[in-house]
């Protein structure tokens, strides 16, 4: 009895000393952000016209999809493995901790490479602290980057462990760029991590709440975040960069081949044309393409989860006259695109399609 009382007493004392370091940085992450926020309310750049084309995934969409922050992206079968986050029966998560953790290619103390490891521990787990720092760069570095490298330590008891979604959390939204995201693998002849990344997620900005999603499942070795931080202040006239992360996870996890989210297309008079091209945001990447590429299909009717009278999109070659007076149509857009020539396959995790029609029915004429 005194012995479990002792371990107890441990262990709220422990949970004490996080919660209270958990607290400065809390205050420090709300101070952060209501500058931040102020200052785009100053900036003259802060006024962006809303562009009622863009069609976004509000409570008005549906489909066979998953949602995580503005994304959505296609729909697990079953709920993700987080390959480093073990859960427990209990109902408690246990961090498989076997990695190691470089800052800009430089090694760190044990202490600071444990805040930088904690980042991928689950939120729910007792030993979770919140991650929220200052940064100075100095005359020899470059300015706001920050490049975070992740390497597994024990390639024997984790090597096996695959991934293909990386879901990021920041504190506040918009203030650093991801730049790209280098996936590493082992040799399969010498075990040893390849020099050359086998994949690069590039060009992801002004960083939200995001999940992306990757074409294959990959052997988790080496990964290297390149960020570029763009929210400054001043403390004592030295430039600091603040930039915090509530988690990184790395989740292996299989997806429903027919998912598809189906979303309207608002207009304020009544649509004569809608046209094939169109832009996709792709994990916050604007992409220029077509619906015909993306086997993007366009109706006039939405009824009793079923969709109805077919609208074809106009090009340059040929115009398709919407018939029926309408200011609503309904895109259903699959998540999951396979290009027919090869098989390869893209798992889309869309943030926003803007679409271009007109209500001008002289258009053509």
């Known amino acids: 009895m005194f012995k479990n009382a002792a371990e107890t007493f441990d262990m709220e004392m422990y949970k004490r000393d996080i919660a209270i370091k958990n607290m400065s940085k809390k205050l420090m992450v709300i101070n952060y952000a209501n500058e931040f926020i102020e200052n785009k309310l100053n900036s003259k750049n802060a006024s962006v016209e809303y562009n009622k084309k863009l069609a976004v995934f509000d409570r008005e969409a549906y489909g066979s999809f998953e949602s995580y922050g503005y994304t959505v992206h296609p729909k697990f079968k079953k709920p993700p493995i987080d390959i480093f986050n073990l859960k427990l029966v209990s109902g408690d998560t246990m961090f498989k901790n076997s990695l190691s953790c470089t800052v800009n290619e430089q090694e760190l103390s044990e202490e600071e490479e444990k805040e930088y490891i904690n980042i991928l521990v689950s939120d729910n787990s007792i030993e979770k602290a919140i991650f929220f720092k200052e940064y100075q760069f100095s005359n020899d570095e470059e300015e706001g980057k920050l490049k975070i490298t992740y ?64 074409d294959k499942k990959f052997k988790f070795s080496k990964v290297v975040f390149h960020f570029k931080l763009k929210f400054k202040t001043k403390i004592n006239n030295q430039d600091v960069y603040p930039f915090g992360l509530k988690h990184i996870h790395f989740y292996e996890a299989d ?15 009544y649509i004569e044309y809608i046209y094939n091209n169109i832009k996709l945001y792709h994990a916050g990447v604007p992409i220029d393409t077509t619906c015909d590429f993306y086997n993007i299909e366009i109706y006039s009717d939405f009824i009793n989860n079923t969709l109805t009278g077919r609208v074809y999109p106009s090009s340059d070659a040929q115009a398709y006259r919407i018939a029926k007076n309408t200011k609503v149509l309904y895109a259903k857009v699959p998540l999951i695109w396979t290009n027919q020539a090869n098989t390869d396959k893209q798992y889309l995790s869309l943030s926003g399609i803007l679409f271009d029609y007109t209500v001008d029915e002289n258009t053509f004429i």
């Open 151 to 214: 390497t597994l330590d024990n390639e024997t008891s984790l090597g096996t462990m695959r991934f293909n979604v990386i879901e990021i959390d920041p504190y506040i939204y918009g203030t650093f760029d991801l730049q790209h995201v280098e996936i590493f693998t082992l040799s399969e002849n010498q075990g040893i991590i390849s020099e050359i990344p086998e994949r690069t997620i590039s060009d992801m900005n002004d960083l939200g709440k995001i999940r992306i999603i990757l």
């Open 255 to 269: 997806f429903i081949t027919d998912s598809h989210i189906i979303v309207p297309i608002r207009a304020n008079d």
